[in-house]
């Protein structure tokens, strides 16, 4: 068994036991404590025992009942082991403050048990060298609901808390003002999932670098992750031409005008855009994977833009070889990203065929798995006929609002020569 984790040594531990006997409200969450967190085996042996008995009574057990329960299940000679320990643990004194400092501590216990025996099963594998099966295994054990913050909604008791005006949550504006102007809270809140919806060649990139362009005017740090092959300079190229105001065709003969710009822009913004290339079919652990090694240079994001989301590769699942299924896990694993992360979460993806040659895409045109149309919280597509090409204006559709006004018309004017996705009029 592992050793001790910080905060919770051995002591902290015990007084954890006594209080999940005593706790009406912590036995109701038992889902957060389990059996093996507790790395003395009495203990675990213990604190299984009291939630069994919980599940089947539906009340707190008393000590006696515990010990009784217990008494069955081990041999003689353990039993007087069993009962010293419980009697230790009832005479437990655990002060105001230590209680407080427990439950408020209990999340970070729970994730640092959760990950050790993660690590501590995927050893086998390892040892076989397979990389991938130990990297699956433990983001399984992590997603797998050993601990669940998620706070239920009592309808008729909480009516005055949820009437209350409450802050608003901070948002990362797309800002394009019309869009803007229709979602709920102008913009997507940490948490959420956007998905931009196009056929071939109408501006997928283009719109999702413009969306990074906006987050970090916004002064929020940014991801890009690009899936395509080589595209990582061509994300640069398309940026610079929109920071700059530069032409794509004209970065180069000036060169040294757009160096300064970026250069002033970056003294204004600091660290707050970096893109990074994969190989197509790379999958969501080695995306994560990666994360992690940059926030470990203290760069942590708030805003992910991944391009696009047909190419994510599925990794090791049940739904290996079914490309509907799997794209659908895809879909989940990103709006799972955004939502433990606190991160804002945008992707494109592919209008299947039957959105070629379509004057309007909607929701029901997303290529190969309509599961995104359920996970994600908002969902625009991009449309333009040849002439609206020429006069470079653009239509974007508000499939899927979850929060708000759906299926809007907005119109919009573009200037790829220069990476512009939106800009007004003249």
């Not at 081990?74 to 009832?90: G, H, S, T, V, Y």
């Not at 009592?154 to 005006?165: E, G």
């Not at 433990?340 to 945008?346: I, P, S, T």
Request: with cysteine.
């Amino acid at each position: 068994m592992a050793t001790s984790v910080k905060p919770f040594s051995e002591e902290l531990q015990s007084k954890l036991l006594r209080l999940l006997v005593e706790n009406h409200e912590l036995i109701l969450t038992n889902k957060f404590v389990k059996p093996r967190y507790f790395e003395d085996p009495v203990d675990s042996r213990i604190c299984r025992a009291v939630l069994d008995l919980f599940r089947e009574f539906q009340v707190p057990p008393t000590w006696v009942v515990i010990y009784e329960s217990l008494k069955h299940h081990i041999d003689l000679p353990e039993r007087k082991r069993f009962k010293a320990r419980l009697l230790e643990l009832r005479k437990l004194v655990v002060p105001e403050s230590e209680r407080r400092f427990i439950s408020k501590q209990l999340r970070h216990f729970v994730g640092l048990q959760t990950l050790k025996g993660a690590i501590a099963d995927s050893v086998p594998y390892l040892k076989k060298g397979d990389l991938e099966s130990a990297r699956h295994l433990i983001k399984l054990s992590l997603e797998s609901g050993d601990f669940d913050d998620t706070p239920e909604i009592d309808y008729f008791a909480d009516v005055r808390q949820r009437h209350v005006v409450k802050i608003r949550p901070s948002v990362c504006r797309t800002l394009i003002a019309d869009l803007d102007g229709v979602l709920k809270r102008g913009g997507l809140a940490r948490g959420e999932l956007g998905v931009v919806l196009a056929v071939s060649n109408v501006g997928k990139t283009m719109c999702l670098c413009h969306l990074a362009k906006a987050a970090v005017l916004q002064r929020y740090k940014v991801l890009y992750l690009s899936l395509d092959d080589a595209a990582e300079e061509i994300i640069a190229e398309r940026l610079d031409g929109s920071f700059s105001g530069v032409e794509l065709r004209d970065l180069e003969s000036k060169r040294v005008e757009v160096m300064s710009k970026i250069e002033k822009l970056g003294v204004q913004y600091g660290r707050s855009l970096i893109i990074k290339e994969f190989i197509p079919g790379t999958d969501m652990s080695t995306i994560v994977g990666y994360m992690d090694k940059l926030s470990a240079t203290g760069f942590r994001p708030d805003v992910i833009v991944i391009d696009y989301v047909n190419i994510v590769g599925e990794g090791v699942n049940k739904y290996q070889g079914n490309r509907y299924k799997g794209l659908g896990n895809v879909y989940q694993d990103l709006k799972r990203l955004a939502k433990e992360r606190k991160v804002v979460v945008w992707t494109a993806a592919q209008s299947n065929r039957s959105g070629v040659g379509m004057e309007l895409i909607t929701s029901a045109n997303i290529a190969e798995s309509f599961e995104g149309v359920h996970i994600a919280n908002v969902i625009i597509s991009l449309n333009r006929t040849p002439e609206e090409r020429k006069r470079e204006a653009l239509r974007i559709f508000l499939a899927k609002n979850k929060t708000s006004l759906a299926e809007v018309v907005i119109s919009i004017h573009t200037n790829f020569k220069k990476g512009a996705f939106y800009r007004k009029p003249a």
